[in-house]
């Protein structure tokens, strides 16, 4: 497969995409990443690749945001996204990816609409430790899935209005903590071969390009304009994986 230019062709823009992502630019383009490996491999075989990539772009992604994160959020989220994973590891052979797409979909276009139409006011403003857990549990979980753990992460962040960087920095603690744990669950379900480290090996030096692209981008946007694209990208996102599941893609 290293030779075919087909896998580059997926698999590069693929590992920018998510580093771009994870730099701080419009989170929930990641999904993206996934999708499009999946044009040339199984889904379990994508995710398998990529995980070892992303381990190492979380390495970038906490020094560059360094003393930049929001504790209580942490506090809040983590311990849902260890269960999260925990379940996800239990019921790897129930998984239905349809279900599971039409599920964060919906959750993702109903947040969008909520946002935008901001009924009812203030929702979601202030922290929760009950939704909280829940939708760091949903993250933990979509993460383990198919590396789409963004998405619940940012319909509990993005309400709190933080700062861009302060934003990306929380997510860059959040989802290294959650990548490294899921090694793990990855190692003892043989998903990390030595073909996928093989794969992974190849397409690393994209990682902290990727990062550095996304850190660049997120430091010369205001406020407003990047939670219009994330809220864009959430919503597209939502969409895309919504007809998927339902068969119309």
């Not at 771009?20 to 994508?46: D, E, R, Y």
């Not at 383990?144 to 998405?151: D, E, Q, R």
């Not at 010369?220 to 939670?227: A, E, M, S, V």
């Amino acid at each position: 497969m290293i030779s075919d230019p087909i896998f580059y062709l997926f698999s590069i823009p693929a590992v920018l995409i998510f580093g771009i992502s994870k730099g701080g630019f419009g989170g929930n383009i990641a999904v993206i990443s996934v999708l499009l490996m999946t044009f040339i491999m199984s889904p379990t075989q994508a995710a398998a690749i990529l995980l070892p990539i992303l381990c190492v772009m979380d390495l970038f992604v906490v020094w560059t945001y360094r003393g930049m994160y929001d504790p209580l959020s942490l506090k809040i989220l983590l311990p849902g996204a260890m269960a999260g994973i925990l379940i996800g590891y239990l019921t790897v052979d129930l998984l239905d990816d349809d279900a599971m797409r039409i599920i964060i979909g919906v959750i993702s276009l109903v947040f969008c609409l909520n946002a935008w139409l901001k009924w009812p006011p203030g929702a979601g403003q202030k922290h929760n430790r009950a939704s909280g857990t829940l939708l760091g549990t949903a993250s933990g979980f979509i993460s383990f899935s198919i590396h789409a753990g963004g998405l619940p992460f940012s319909i509990y962040l993005l309400p709190k209005r933080i700062e861009p960087l302060l934003f990306a920095g929380t997510a860059g603690i959040f989802f290294a903590v959650v990548n490294y744990v899921k090694l793990i669950p990855y190692y003892h379900l043989g998903q990390l071969t030595t073909d996928n480290l093989w794969l992974s090996l190849t397409l690393m030096p994209l990682a902290p390009i990727g990062v550095k692209v996304g850190h660049y981008l997120v430091k010369r946007i205001n406020t407003k304009l990047f939670y219009q694209i994330a809220y864009f990208f959430l919503f597209a996102v939502g969409v895309k994986l919504l007809f998927e599941g339902l068969g119309i893609l």
